[in-house]
């Protein structure tokens, strides 16, 4: 089992669309999660910190589900500009440590 | 402020040859950690580093990949006798302290080509 899977997509929509992602982890004791965009060829860039209360950045809202073990994201009224990869990571205990895990990302296609 | 830099953006290499690849952390950061990007893949972990220690290397090739942080400089990611298989993107990225819920913040990543 990967340990943090996303659906590759692409998902395709309309200008102004509300489009949702959902990525899933396997370790529980991971603590925490975060959302990063990445541009073709460039490099992630941090989109939201997740926290267990959920929280809300403009038309960008990210949802923690410890139980189940998934995160989400929701972008609202899509923009072109919002057209990238949307990559899912979470930080898993390795040793003492914590390292940031990558899923290998959402595509997210929004056309006029 | 100055974000991670990285050098060089773009490596072309024979195979056989070495890569050295750098990574300047943002200022007041003192935790690097790397990773390997395949063409349509995501992001793999490589190695944690703090100033002068290798934290976790879990992610390393147990050959011909050797990464450093030193007490002055850049960290350094090294492939000995690179192969076809080790063009990538390499992306370093940066942390201010440990812990679960530091935020990393990457460089623009060297594209390595290997002919």
């Known amino acids: 089992r990967k340990e943090v899977e996303q659906d590759p997509g692409p998902f395709n929509v309309p200008e102004g669309a509300t489009v949702a992602f959902n990525c899933t982890y396997s370790n529980s004791a991971s603590q925490s999660f975060f959302w990063y965009r990445q541009d073709c060829r460039k490099e992630p860039k941090l989109l939201m910190s997740v926290y267990s209360s959920g929280n809300e950045d403009g038309r960008f809202t990210a949802q923690l589900n410890r139980a189940s073990q998934y995160i989400s994201l929701l972008i609202r009224d899509s923009k072109l500009s919002d057209s990238a990869t949307y990559l899912c990571v979470v930080s898993f205990p390795s040793g003492g440590s914590y390292i940031p895990t990558f899923g290998r990302g959402t595509s997210l296609i929004v056309h006029p | 402020n100055a974000g991670v830099m990285q050098n060089p953006r773009h490596l072309v290499r024979r195979r056989g040859q070495e890569a050295r690849l750098r990574c300047s952390p943002m200022?007041?950061?003192?935790?690097v950690y790397w990773y390997r990007q395949l063409p349509e893949e995501g992001l793999k972990f490589m190695v944690y580093l703090q100033k002068e220690n290798i934290i976790d290397e879990s992610g390393m090739p147990k050959e011909r990949f050797s990464a450093e942080f030193p007490k002055e400089g850049p960290s350094i990611l090294r492939i000995q006798q690179v192969v076809r298989g080790d063009s990538a993107a390499y992306f370093c990225?940066?942390?201010?302290?440990?812990?679960?819920?530091?935020?990393?913040?990457f460089g623009q990543g060297t594209r390595l080509t290997v002919v």
């Open positions: 990225a940066s942390s201010p302290r440990e812990g679960a819920s530091t935020e990393a913040f």
């Open positions: 200022k007041g950061h003192s935790h």
